[in-house]
T-cell receptor, first 112, second 114 residues
């Protein structure tokens, strides 16, 4: 079983929509998670990180971890065309050399 | 621009040839990671360095792959006797240290093996 699994989409929404991106993870011992964003032909860039359960908000972005169901979510409010990218949910391996384990990525297109 | 650079950005080679990629991390960063990303997939960990020491290698890294980081600065990733299955984006990332969670990625080297 993969450590992190993500619906690859693609997902297409109109500008201004609320976007929900979701992942599941395999091991309830995992504690640190991240969301990376990757624009076409670029390397991934860190968007947000979260620890264990709960919500974290940063501007239009909210990251949520539900430890009981091993579910990770990223919500984007008032989505913009500039949000069009691939979003990668990531497990941060604090006990495995700080390596990152990525989901497959969800390709998002926000249409003007 | 994250400050991590990779060279070349694109490489086309014929099966059986050797290729070498270079990564220049952010100057004060001690840790350097290599990942491989195939089309439609997320990056997969290959190996990482703490300064000049290679501390871990993924089982994805076959004997044809070798990575170095002399003097703890730039790093090279060499693939010998390339195969079509090696076609992918090779990404380098760096971070300040083990307790720092942000890895800064370079733009990647896209390898196409014909």
């Amino acid at each position: 079983q993969k450590e992190v699994e993500q619906d690859p989409g693609p997902l297409s929404v109109p500008e201004g929509a609320i976007v929900s991106l979701n992942c599941t993870y395999s091991n309830s011992a995992f504690q640190y998670f991240m969301w990376y964003r990757q624009y076409s032909r670029k390397g991934p860039e860190l968007l947000m990180y979260t620890y264990s359960s709960g919500n974290k908000e940063d501007g239009r972005f909210t990251a949520q971890v539900d430890k009981s169901s091993k579910y990770i979510s990223l919500f984007i409010r008032d989505s913009q065309p500039s949000d069009s990218a691939t979003y990668l949910c990531v497990r941060y391996g604090e006990t495995s050399g700080s390596r990152l384990t990525f989901g497959e990525g969800t390709q998002l297109t926000v249409n003007p | 621009d994250t400050g991590v650079s990779q060279d070349p950005r694109h490489k086309i080679t014929k099966r059986g040839q050797n290729v070498t990629f270079r990564c220049d991390p952010i100057s004060e960063h001690n840790r350097l990671y290599w990942y491989r990303q195939t089309l439609g997939q997320g990056p997969e960990f290959l190996t990482y360095f703490q300064n000049e020491a290679q501390l871990e290698k993924s089982r994805l890294l076959s004997d044809r792959f070798s990575a170095e980081r002399p003097k703890g600065s730039f790093s090279t990733l060499e693939i010998q006797r390339t195969e079509q299955g090696d076609s992918a984006m090779y990404l380098c990332a760096s971070t300040l240290g083990p307790s720092t969670d942000t890895q800064y990625f370079g733009p990647g080297t896209r390898l196409t093996v014909l």
